[in-house]
């Protein structure tokens, strides 16, 4: 399972100079080897270094960065989008308003590796704390009806939890989710040519039940061209292949399956996403699979009705 890809940050305006580090943060750690021999720590390896190794994060990277700029009588307020793909934010007060050009909450789209001012805060008032929340994806994307390749390299199809489980397949993010049982280290296959968007593999693989679990699964997210996007999920520690904004064709090698984050056993998390407006829905799909077309279907005591279009509504057999 895999939630809280929303990302939000509060900072208070007329404080922010005081604590920088709360956006700057790369959430990388890393461990080598100097020169002169003795180990070294930081958040980047030194051009000399021997045997540079990345350390488990303790975060997730940031979707979005707020930059609070002084200028004159004003908090400029820049949002800087570290992703290769769109994303969408919204800055809200905690409280009582300020003073704001445009006034919040204020909405924008930002694309891709880019910054953009958001808002102009008045300066003079009193002090306001501000939110940012982050979602990734263009609110605008239509998604077309695609068939999907199957995202494991190898062996039949074993679906442990299908669309509308239980377990964690209970919200919007993770409705229409299947996961894949696959031993750790299986190779993840790109199901859908994009680009990579978003990756994560920071984290050791835990195998966790923890509710802190949740933000430490690593993964690898691409957009499509209409802006749908797939969430390949719970990959191996540093089992990551592909880089950010490189462009994969389906059948591509990406990544190696793992058990990391919330997660009762090793197996590959893979839903297709889109961006609702601010909200981040996974939507129905067609897999092709190693045995055929796969048979997805919500459970059918599942109140949400599938939309036309979907898999046919068969139950599934092969849940674990
Ligand atoms: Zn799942």
């Given at each position: 399972m895999i939630r809280g890809m929303r990302h939000a940050l509060v900072v208070a305006v007329g404080a922010w100079a005081l604590a920088p580090s709360a956006w700057a943060a790369t959430g990388e750690a890393w461990r080598w080897t100097g020169t002169d021999g003795t180990q070294h720590y930081g958040d980047r390896p030194a051009a000399d270094a021997r045997a540079p190794?990345?350390?488990?994060?303790?975060?997730?990277?940031?979707?979005?960065?707020?930059?609070?700029?002084?200028?004159?009588?004003?908090?400029?307020?820049?949002?800087?989008?570290p992703l290769d793909g769109p994303i969408e934010v919204l800055l809200r007060a905690e409280g009582p308003?300020?003073?704001a050009m445009p006034a919040l909450p204020a909405r924008a789209t930002v694309p891709a590796r880019t910054e953009r001012l958001l808002?102009?805060?008045?300066?003079?008032?009193?002090?306001?704390?501000?939110?940012?929340?982050?979602?990734?994806?263009?609110?605008?994307?239509?998604?077309?009806?695609?068939?999907?390749?199957y995202p494991l390299a190898g062996g039949a199809p074993r679906i442990g939890?299908?669309?509308?489980?239980?377990?964690?397949?209970?919200?919007?993010?993770?409705?229409?989710?299947?996961?894949?049982?696959?031993?750790?280290?299986?190779?993840?296959?790109?199901a859908r040519d994009g680009v990579v968007m978003q990756i994560e593999d920071g984290f050791?693989?835990?195998?966790?039940?923890?509710?802190?679990?949740?933000a430490r699964a690593n993964f690898v997210?691409?957009?499509h061209d209409d802006g749908s996007m797939a969430l390949y999920a719970h990959l191996q520690a540093?089992?990551?292949?592909?880089?950010?904004?490189?462009?994969?064709?389906?059948?591509?090698?990406?990544?190696?399956?793992?058990?990391?984050?919330?997660?009762?056993?090793?197996?590959?998390?893979?839903?297709?996403?889109?961006?609702?407006?601010?909200?981040?829905?996974?939507?129905?799909?067609r897999m092709?699979?190693?045995?055929?077309?796969?048979?997805?279907?919500?459970?059918?005591?599942?109140?949400?009705?599938?939309?036309?279009?979907?898999?046919?509504?068969?139950?599934?057999?092969?849940?674990?």
């Amino acid at each position: 399972m895999i939630r809280g890809m929303r990302h939000a940050l509060v900072v208070a305006v007329g404080a922010w100079a005081l604590a920088p580090s709360a956006w700057a943060a790369t959430g990388e750690a890393w461990r080598w080897t100097g020169t002169d021999g003795t180990q070294h720590y930081g958040d980047r390896p030194a051009a000399d270094a021997r045997a540079p190794r990345r350390l488990a994060a303790s975060a997730p990277a940031p979707l979005a960065r707020l930059r609070m700029e002084r200028r004159n009588d004003e908090h400029l307020a820049w949002v800087q989008n570290p992703l290769d793909g769109p994303i969408e934010v919204l800055l809200r007060a905690e409280g009582p308003p300020p003073q704001a050009m445009p006034a919040l909450p204020a909405r924008a789209t930002v694309p891709a590796r880019t910054e953009r001012l958001l808002t102009r805060i008045a300066a003079h008032g009193a002090r306001a704390d501000v939110a940012l929340t982050a979602i990734p994806g263009h609110p605008n994307a239509r998604p077309r009806d695609v068939e999907y390749g199957y995202p494991l390299a190898g062996g039949a199809p074993r679906i442990g939890q299908s669309w509308g489980g239980g377990f964690s397949h209970t919200d919007a993010e993770n409705r229409y989710a299947i996961d894949l049982a696959a031993p750790v280290g299986t190779p993840v296959l790109a199901a859908r040519d994009g680009v990579v968007m978003q990756i994560e593999d920071g984290f050791e693989d835990a195998g966790d039940l923890d509710d802190d679990a949740v933000a430490r699964a690593n993964f690898v997210r691409i957009l499509h061209d209409d802006g749908s996007m797939a969430l390949y999920a719970h990959l191996q520690a540093e089992g990551v292949e592909v880089r950010p904004g490189q462009r994969v064709r389906r059948g591509d090698r990406i990544a190696r399956s793992g058990n990391s984050g919330l997660s009762s056993g090793p197996h590959l998390h893979f839903a297709v996403q889109v961006n609702r407006g601010l909200t981040l829905a996974s939507i129905p799909f067609r897999m092709f699979g190693p045995g055929g077309v796969l048979r997805l279907a919500l459970p059918p005591d599942d109140a949400q009705p599938v939309p036309t279009g979907a898999a046919p509504a068969a139950a599934d057999p092969e849940r674990l």
